[in-house]
């Protein structure tokens, strides 16, 4: 299995540019997550979604964050108009159903991460 | 609330002993444990319920005690590949939000 995927790995842009971050989940896992990490604040969860739903987004900072999941297998994390705290690396992480429940199971597998510097 | 990990940072030599704790202030369903080496992503090492089972993963083992809502992580006969930020998540329901500790950066030296 090819893991998670994310694109790209390093973004650098200039403050008020719209940035994309993108996200290919592990086939078949209905869970897709956003974190950002960053020296101050640790892996913080953005959004998640279940089955291409947003589930939760109260931890998207701002309306400048949107995110979307227009299937299963592609999401988006834009950042518009970018500023230099937004600074960090962006990881999105995928997570099958737990069967019983519904909801995410155990394990959440990471992509490698997006690494974004807003000069 | 995101739960609180200690210590900080602890180096090791090869062979050495390590525990690593997670404490919330709120009741939990389960902690999970991760670890990222630098530049790289989080793995997932376990999941501990509430029932205060024990987990082992290679040589790392994990317990949790629910009277105390506290995790330990317990790095026996520690490898140079254990080196790496070790990170709790905690979940206080079946399934939903995971909240990541600050966490704790391992280091083993030779």
């Known amino acids: 299995d090819a893991g998670v995927i994310q694109s790209p790995r390093h973004e650098v842009t200039e403050m008020g540019q719209e940035v994309t971050l993108r996200c290919k989940p592990i086939?078949?896992?209905?869970?897709l997550f956003w974190y950002r990490q960053t020296m101050m604040r640790g892996l913080e969860l953005l959004i998640y979604?279940?089955?291409?739903?947003?589930?939760?987004d109260s931890g998207m900072p701002e309306d400048r964050f949107s995110a979307k999941m227009p299937n299963a297998s592609f999401s988006t994390l834009k950042i518009q108009p970018s500023e230099p705290r937004d600074s960090a690396v962006y990881f999105c992480?995928?997570?099958?159903?737990?069967?019983?429940?519904?909801?995410?199971?155990?394990?959440?597998?990471f992509g490698p991460g997006t690494r974004l510097t807003v000069l | 609330q995101q739960p609180v990990q200690s210590p900080q940072a602890v180096i090791l030599r090869e062979g050495e002993d390590a525990v690593i704790n997670c404490s919330s202030s709120?009741?939990?369903?389960?902690v999970h444990w991760y670890r990222q080496k630098h530049g790289e992503a989080p793995v997932f090492l376990m999941i501990?319920?509430?029932?205060?089972e024990q987990k082992g993963h290679e040589k790392i083992s994990a317990s949790f005690n629910e009277k105390k809502q506290q995790s330990s992580l317990y790095l026996t006969a520690s490898q140079l590949s254990y080196s790496g930020t070790y990170f709790c998540?905690?979940?206080?329901?079946?399934?939903?939000?995971?909240?990541f500790g600050a966490g704790t950066q391992v280091v083993v030296t030779p």
């Open positions: 709120k009741a939990l369903y389960s």
């Open positions: 992480a995928s997570s099958p159903s737990s069967g019983l429940a519904g909801g995410p199971a155990d394990t959440q597998y």
């Open positions: 086939s078949g896992h209905d869970y």
């Open positions: 998540g905690t979940m206080r329901g079946s399934w939903g939000k995971l909240q």
């Open positions: 979604f279940n089955n291409n739903v947003p589930i939760d």
């Open positions: 501990l319920l509430k029932g205060g």
